[in-house]
T-cell receptor
Framework: DGGITQSPKYLFRKEGQNVTLSCEQNLNHDAMYWYRQDPGQGLRLIYYSQIVNDFQKGDIAEGYSVSREKKESFPLTVTSAQKNPTAFYLC????????????FGQGTRLTVV | GQNIDQPTEMTATEGAIVQINCTYQTSGFNGLFWYQQHAGEAPTFLSYNVLDGLEEKGRFSSFLSRSKGYSYLLLKELQMKDSASYLCAVMEPGAGSYQLTFGKGTKLSVIP
């Protein structure tokens, strides 16, 4: 079945450690996005990518990094520079044209302990 | 950049109709989306508007006025399972790319 997969679903990290969140899609979508959601809040854009080996910063990119070495994969690294990393992280993908909906993965809930 | 505004919370009665408004200010526009999100889950797609007018899909309808920077989502025959957050999102074209920006969402509570 086609879809977008995020792993792990729950992740715990010690302060000062980097952690990488996985996002894989087999929908043959060109565009991929990473969002952060805090309790009771909307989705804020961290990074997005339209093609392989190219990505752009969103509204809250500081403390995060991404790579897009393959069309299917768009991992997000939460670095130690991110001062408040505890949040719900959502990955999405959409076709290049932008005229159809974005499909979301099930999310990763990151908690810093 | 984008500025997308929605009411924070709304309450409506089971069986009734509710309208959730969204206003946006953007330098470019490539469509407006509505998503539903239940607590702790990923958003799911409800509707897409790129031209002015009303799009109907079962109990859900969405309206767009590009000149006014305004959209609404209309939910009819409300059911308890419609209690969720409703997110308005705008696709903005950029330099060879598209940015999908969300509003903060409207939390809808359906009461008996």
């Amino acid at each position: 079945d086609g879809g977008i997969t995020q792993s792990p679903k729950y992740l715990f990290r010690k302060e000062g450690q980097n952690v990488t969140l996985s996002c894989e899609q087999n929908l043959n979508h060109d565009a991929m996005y990473w969002y952060r959601q805090d309790p009771g809040q909307g989705l804020r854009l961290i990074y997005y990518s339209q093609i392989v080996n190219d990505f752009q910063k969103g509204d809250i990119a500081e403390g995060y990094s991404v790579s897009r070495e393959k069309k299917e994969s768009f991992p997000l690294t939460v670095t130690s520079a991110q001062k408040n990393p505890t949040a719900f992280y959502l990955c999405a993908s959409s076709p290049w044209t932008g005229r159809t909906e974005a499909f979301f993965g099930q999310g990763t809930r990151l908690t810093v302990v | 950049g984008q500025n997308i505004d929605q009411p924070t919370e709304m309450t409506a009665t089971e069986g009734a109709i509710v309208q959730i408004n969204c206003t946006y200010q953007t330098s470019g526009f490539n469509g407006l989306f509505w998503y539903q999100q239940h607590a702790g889950e990923a958003p799911t797609f409800l509707s897409y508007n790129v031209l002015d007018g009303l799009e109907e899909k079962g109990r859900f309808s969405s309206f767009l006025s590009r000149s006014k920077g305004y959209s609404y989502l209309l939910l009819k025959e409300l059911q308890m399972k419609d209690s969720a957050s409703y997110l308005c999102a705008v696709m903005e074209p950029g330099a060879g790319s598209y940015q999908l920006t969300f509003g903060k969402g409207t939390k809808l509570s359906v009461i008996p």
